[in-house]
């Protein structure tokens, strides 16, 4: 059992205006194999919130705490955030030009578990979680993310997670960009990897549609930097049906 705890956490970001409060003091606790859902407008800080916790250099983390089992994530550098077991599947994945998928998954569970897998498993692995999400065995060979689809960059950041085997998972907007196909078949990754390793997701997104394949546990409402109002999956309904204009309201 492992839990991410969140506690009254404050971060800002340089801005041509200058320095701007983004994360206004963000409370959350996730447990393993729980799903919370983060929604919210644009701009409410929710990407900031994942950038923040996985250590991006962007952000300045004013006050409050990040526990992963007790330990302080904020007094670690960013590879040993995950090698604690924290995962972040980003909204605008990067092309690494010159690294192909094959060596940039094995380099990556080697760092993340301390040694190298055995190749025979590994390779066994590897091809099972690839046709699971319906890859072509050719991506192997590519480049990392080099002229992938918005499909395709989303297929491969699951294909990590289900490798890397974290155990909190933050998804930042992993539907956005998909079509029905691959919307259905990346949330049968996640949720493929909650059954086989527990792993506790942090799922970001502004839509329902996600939350038709994932089913949440928990549902934040993300409005001005911080929790606006918690509840279960009837809540993202509400919001299907009302939007955020009241809690805009509030928060104004």
């Known amino acids: ?143 990392v993310n080099e002229g992938f689809s918005g499909g395709e960059k989303k297929r491969h950041e699951i294909l990590q997670m289900e490798l890397l085997k974290p155990s909190i998972a933050i998804l930042d907007e992993t539907d956005s960009g998909l079509d029905v196909d691959a919307l259905r078949i990346v949330s049968e990754g996640v949720n493929r990897a909650k059954e086989n390793t527990e792993v506790g997701v942090m799922l970001i997104t502004h839509y329902t549609r996600i939350l038709n394949y994932i089913t949440p546990d928990f549902v934040h409402v993300f409005v001005d930097g911080r929790v606006a109002e918690e509840g279960g999956p009837e809540l993202a309904e509400r919001l299907e049906n009302e939007g955020y204009d009241r809690f805009l309201a509030a928060a104004n």
Do not use: C
């Open 1 to 143: 059992m492992s839990i991410l705890e969140i506690k009254d956490l404050h971060a800002t970001v340089e801005t041509p205006e200058g320095t701007k409060e983004i994360l206004k003091g963000v409370n959350l606790t996730i447990r393993s194999g729980e799903t919370h859902a983060i929604m919210g407008p644009n701009g409410s800080g929710k990407s900031t919130l994942a950038y923040a916790i996985a250590g991006h250099p962007k952000y300045e983390i004013t006050s409050g705490e990040v526990l992963l089992d007790g330990e302080d994530l904020l007094e670690m550098s960013v590879d040993e955030r995950a090698r604690a077991g924290l995962f972040l599947a980003m909204q605008y994945p990067v092309e690494v030009p010159g690294v192909t998928v094959s060596n940039f998954l094995r380099t990556a569970k080697t760092a993340v578990s301390g040694e190298a897998p055995a190749l025979r498993t590994w390779v066994k692995d590897v091809k099972g979680a690839m046709d699971n999400l319906r890859m072509d065995p050719a991506f192997a060979e590519r480049n």
